[in-house]
């Protein structure tokens, strides 16, 4: 029971991390390119829906990138690391 209550935390923190990045993301690259009244002083455009998809998968790249990275880290896959 108790493996299974570790378990949810890890998943639960994992959520967690995952929302708290794509708001800072949201947070203060949508408002520079989807609000109209910032485009110019910030000098951005918008941006298209196929635009859109390829920022989305271009950051959601980077998160799992580091944890495989850092699996074959703890496993010695890179050797020594010091």
């Known amino acids: 029971m108790g493996n299974l209550v570790a378990q949810f935390h890890n998943v639960l923190a994992f959520i967690l991390l995952v929302a708290v990045s794509l708001s ?16 110019q002083p910030l000098h951005t455009f918008g941006l298209t829906p196929m635009d859109w998809l390829i920022v989305v998968a271009a950051v959601l790249t980077i998160f799992p990138t580091l944890e495989i990275a850092k699996w074959f880290e703890r496993r010695g896959c890179f050797g020594s690391l010091d």
């Open 24 to 39: 800072a993301f949201l947070g203060q690259g949508v408002e520079a390119v989807a609000i109209h009244m910032l485009q």
